[in-house]
Structure formats: C-alpha cells, structure tokens
C-alpha cells in the first residue's frame, strides 16, 4: 500500500505521461520552411514586453463525504501556463503586427507548471515559432520549438528573409560520420552525395563533413567506408538543406 501511495505522490508531483517525454530533433528552417496555408502555426520575430507568470498553484480537494486525499486517489492538478505578450516586428507566417500574446509550455509539468521552457525577458527580441491549439485557442511555444533570442538565430533568420522574399539560398547537405564499432565520430571519412550530379567532402577530426551549393533535386548519401545502414536518400526539392548522421561498421 506505501509504495502504491509514493507512486501517486510522485504522479501528482510530475504529470506521469509527461515526465519522461522528450523533444524530437529540431529540423532547422532550411529543411522545414514555415507553411503559409497552416493558420495555426505561426513565425515572427517578435519584442516581449510583459511575462506573466503561472498563477499560483490550487491543489484539488476532496469530495464531501470522501476521506480519501486527491493525491490517493492520483488527481493531478490543473495546467498552469506563464503567459508571454510580445509586440510584433516582423512577420513571417501568420502572426499580424501588433500584440501578440502566447503560452509557455514544455513537455514536463511539476504541480501543473511546465519546466524548462523559454527563458525569455522584457526587453528580449525573440524569433518565436507558436502553434495555436485546437482545443481552447491559445498560442503555444516551447523548447521544443524553433524558438529563440533574435541574436542567436541569425543563419534562421537569413532563411526566413530569404524565403519570405521569394528568393532561394543554395542548397547545403551536413552531418557526422559515426563508427559503430568504436562509438566515436569517424575523421577522415569521404562522404558522398549523389544523384544528377555528384558532390563529396571529407569528415574533420570530429566527424563532421559540409558539402556546399549543392543543386535542388533528390540525392544519395554514402560513405566510401563500408556503411552499417543503406545509404540514405536526400530529399533537396523543396528544402534547401539537410543534416545527417552516417553511420559505418
């Protein structure tokens, strides 16, 4: 019975189907550029002006007539968002000048609060990625997102000017080349990419490789060293880069 009660404690404390949940990798702009056509997923750069921080937490109560605590019987308590209100400055897809007001949340909750979610301030101009929820209509940013401080995301920002400009950039193809043998990212290693024309580089002391201007259409990623995975195939008609692992035995 104690231990059943410490893992409805524990469940109350940190809501269970979120508190191991992680982010999926984020793909950079090159590779997912914004879709117009979604009125539920907004880009902008925006100005935060106000934080308002999660109200304070109301833990649930009992039934009348009922001994048992919430937490016994594992009642979890209510979300709890901070609120952000940011001013627009410029837009990318769907967010019209002006306020703009959004919720911080992330993929763990303690109490009903989110953890770990976008440390922004007053002041701060901030590239922000939101999805408006379905359910209750209100905007959503997260760690999880492309979020983040306007002087970190230069090379994003570039894209989305680029893009929001009708114009294009060159097209690029990076990653590491990973030994599964060692588990160590693999120097020295020819990476090739191949499709109506070939293109190549080799991976640095940390494995890492970049092949350049490369041109739109759809390719395959190899290594000249045996690969512990088929080769891959890279998409490059509608995205203008793209970033992976390469894995040899």
Not at 6 to 20: C, M, R
Not at 83 to 104: H, P
Not at 111 to 139: C, I, K
Not at 226 to 245: H, N
Request: overall charge negative; charged content about 20%; glycine content about 4%.
């Amino acid at each position: 019975m104690r231990s059943k009660l410490l893992l409805l404690l524990f469940a109350f404390v940190v809501d269970a189907p979120f508190a191991f949940a992680l982010c999926a990798p984020k793909r950079p702009f090159c590779e997912a550029l914004p879709d117009r056509s979604n009125p539920n997923a907004a880009i902008f750069v925006g100005l935060v002006e106000e934080i308002v921080t999660a109200p304070a937490l109301v833990l649930p109560r009992a039934a009348p007539g009922n001994s048992s605590s919430d937490v016994a019987q594992g009642r979890l308590p209510s979300r709890r968002y901070p609120v952000v209100r940011l001013q627009v400055q410029e837009t990318f897809s769907w967010a019209a000048s002006g306020d703009f007001s959004m919720r911080l949340t992330s993929d763990v909750f303690v109490d009903g609060e989110p953890m770990h979610v976008p440390d922004m301030h007053p002041g701060e101009l901030w590239l922000v990625e939101a999805d408006r929820s379905p359910t209750d209509e209100q905007w959503y940013t997260s760690s999880c997102q492309r979020s983040e401080r306007a002087s970190e995301a230069a090379n994003e920002l570039l894209v989305l000017r680029t893009w929001a400009a009708g114009k294009t950039l060159p097209a690029h193809f990076s990653g590491q080349v990973l030994a599964r043998s060692t588990s160590r990212y693999a120097p020295d290693v020819r990476v090739n990419l191949r499709g109506e024309k070939s293109f190549s580089a080799v991976s640095d002391s940390q494995g890492r490789f970049l092949i350049d201007n490369v041109l739109p259409g759809v390719y395959e990623a190899s290594t000249e060293a045996p690969m512990d995975t088929v080769p891959l195939q890279i998409d490059l008609t509608k995205s203008w880069c793209a970033e992976r692992t390469l894995f040899i035995k």
